[in-house]
T-cell receptor, first 112, second 113 residues
Framework: AQSVTQPDIHITVSEGASLELRCNYSYGATPYLFWYVQSPGQGLQLLLKYFSGDTLVQGIKGFEAEFKRSQSSFNLRKPSVHWSDAAEYFCAVDNYGQNFVFGPGTRLSVLP | DVKVTQSSRYLVKRTGEKVFLECVQDMDHENMFWYRQDPGLGLRLIYFSYDVKMKEKGDIPEGYSVSREKKERFSLILESASTNQTSMYLC????????????FGPGTRLTVT
């Protein structure tokens, strides 16, 4: 069965520091991968997605993610974190066009 | 802009009540979804629908039912609410095809007392 793991439940970084959020997936075919962000009390917003082409994809709010097939990973990165990036982040894989399988989420805290 | 709206942001119901959560999307999407979100468990799929009057069970359908009579509207029904259904409920919609993302509503925080 398809699955997505996000090994870090909670990460704390200082404002201005770089960020990497990990995502690993298990999928039997070419994966279609997504990263979402959820600010407190809000729904989920798409940051970026990957399904083919360049393995480094750019998203909104200065985020990027790199697809590594050999490692079954799709890690999210940002070079310099802002206080407004404090939120919960979800990685997801498309489940053969039917629905998405979401990871458990990583909560990001940002220190001033 | 795609808009997914949910009928209530906050809802408080009593045990045993029948509860309706409504979701409406304005982008003519074929697919619609209901999730519940609990701390540490992420998003768990309750039901989804890929067409009017069609529905598929997700991972945790027990205690829930759904209705999709019109393309833009997808309702989640708790036939007899219980305290373990206290949660955040998120609705989403998506166009047909693997490369399309899901668009989410703001969520309904349901408390069952």
């Amino acid at each position: 069965a398809q699955s997505v793991t996000q090994p870090d439940i909670h990460i704390t970084v200082s404002e201005g520091a770089s960020l990497e959020l990990r995502c690993n997936y298990s999928y039997g075919a070419t994966p279609y991968l997504f990263w979402y962000v959820q600010s407190p009390g809000q729904g989920l917003q798409l940051l970026l997605k990957y399904f083919s082409g360049d393995t480094l994809v750019q998203g909104i709010k200065g985020f990027e993610a790199e697809f590594k097939r050999s490692q079954s990973s799709f890690n999210l990165r940002k070079p310099s974190v802002h206080w407004s990036d404090a939120a919960e982040y979800f990685c997801a894989v498309d489940n053969y066009g039917q629905n998405f399988v979401f990871g458990p989420g990583t909560r990001l805290s940002v220190l001033p | 802009d795609v808009k997914v709206t949910q009928s209530s942001r906050y809802l408080v119901k009593r045990t045993g009540e029948k509860v309706f959560l409504e979701c409406v999307q304005d982008m003519d999407h074929e697919n619609m979804f209901w999730y519940r979100q609990d701390p540490g468990l992420g998003l768990r799929l309750i039901y989804f629908s890929y067409d009017v009057k069609m529905k598929e069970k997700g991972d945790i359908p027990e205690g829930y039912s759904v209705s999709r009579e019109k393309k833009e509207r997808f309702s989640l029904i708790l036939e007899s609410a219980s305290t373990n259904q206290t949660s955040m409920y998120l609705c989403a919609s998506k166009a047909q095809g693997r490369s399309y993302e899901q668009y989410f509503g703001p969520g309904t925080r349901l408390t069952v007392t």
